[in-house]
């Protein structure tokens, strides 16, 4: 199959991003989550395959179970719906380009899980409360905070302040996790993730469940595209 130019690729990725936004999503936003779990991060993610077989499946594909089950972290768990997306995009930009497709989570090289996982993950117990305000239309003011995750990666968490009526930020708060490869405090990070239900907490951390309406795993389509292409896949 002849090549597509790469404004061809930037075209079909921004048409695919706009078709995720349609998504039907597995969470709905519904604040805190109830009580905590008699059980490791990964044995919650086990409790609740109806939200992350897929999830752990990646995990365990990583080799990531032990940081899961016996070191004190946070995890922004991304939801099956958001694995399932982003492979289905992959897929299409992969067929574009004449290389053969992923047909299962296994195809994917354990590089890329491991990779693009270490984005979730953060060393310590992070609760909603521990986390500053953002607000993203002052963000100079109400910047959040910019912090390192699990593997060193520059990601940036923040509470969304809602109005009620007329009173300003005391309404509902909303957590947001977000990928920042060029940090700054004037405009903000671009790949933004809302959280769904937060402070679940197992045994060993803390977990919070991410929205999967809009949000692709990794956070940027065309990095883990990316990665798929540096380790292989799409080659027979």
């Given amino acids: 199959m002849k090549k597509q130019p790469l404004p061809f690729l930037i075209g079909l990725a921004a048409v695919l991003l706009l078709f995720s936004a349609c998504k039907k999503d597995y969470y709905q936003d519904s604040g805190l989550a109830k009580g905590k779990f008699d059980g490791t991060v990964l044995q919650y993610l086990k409790a609740r395959p109806d939200y992350f077989k897929n999830l752990v499946k990646t995990i365990e594909m990583a080799q990531m179970e032990d940081i899961l089950s016996k070191e004190e972290i946070t995890f922004f768990a991304p939801g099956d719906a958001s694995i399932d997306s982003t492979i289905r995009y992959t897929n299409l930009m992969l067929y574009a380009t004449g290389l053969d497709t992923i047909k299962s989570i296994a195809d994917v090289p354990p590089q890329v899980w491991r990779e693009m996982l270490g984005r979730y993950i953060f060393r ?7 986390v500053p305000q953002v607000d993203w239309s ?3 003011t109400y910047h959040g905070e910019y912090m390192k995750s699990y593997d060193d990666v520059i990601m940036h968490l923040g509470v ?3 109005d009620e009526g007329s009173a ?15 940090p700054e405090l004037s405009s903000g990070p671009s790949f933004i993730a809302p959280v769904a239900s937060v402070n679940i907490e197992p045994t060993n951390g803390v977990v919070h469940a991410i929205q999967t309406k809009t949000h692709l795993f990794g956070f940027s389509l065309f990095e883990f595209y990316n990665r798929c292409i540096f380790y292989g896949v799409g080659h027979k």
Avoid: E, W
């Fill in 160 to 162: 969304v302040y809602h």
């Fill in 124 to 130: 310590g117990k992070i609760m909603l409360n521990d």
């Fill in 168 to 182: 300003k930020y005391v309404g509902y708060r909303q957590l947001f996790i977000s990928y920042a490869p060029s």
């Fill in 138 to 140: 002052l963000f100079s």
